[in-house]
């Protein structure tokens, strides 16, 4: 899979999660993809101070990004 593909990949999971971020009032944005196998986003609006956000990271995010790209090994928030 090319550089390109991994992104498009990515978002497409991005935004098949972004639904239910913005139900809560908050978001999240494609910040970088390291090497290939690291994914950088930035949670964004009521995500931020939310006291599950990393629930929310590994449980929803992290999980559907390897749906799309099995090859990604982990998700961190910059946030």
């Known amino acids: 899979m090319t550089a390109v593909e991994l992104e498009k990949n990515v978002?497409?999971?991005?935004?098949?999660?972004r639904p239910f971020l913005e139900n809560d009032g908050g978001n999240i944005r494609l910040v970088s993809i390291?090497?290939?196998k690291v994914v950088k986003v930035e949670l964004q609006g009521a995500c931020v101070?939310?006291?599950v956000n990393q629930m929310?990271?590994?449980?929803?995010?992290?999980?559907?990004?390897k749906k799309y790209a099995?090859?990604?090994e982990k998700v961190i928030d910059i946030s």
């Open 49 to 51: 101070a939310c006291n």
């Open 11 to 17: 978002e497409k999971a991005l935004d098949e999660i």
């Open 56 to 65: 929310t990271l590994k449980s929803g995010v992290e999980m559907t990004i």
């Open 70 to 72: 099995p090859q990604i």
């Open 34 to 36: 390291e090497d290939g």
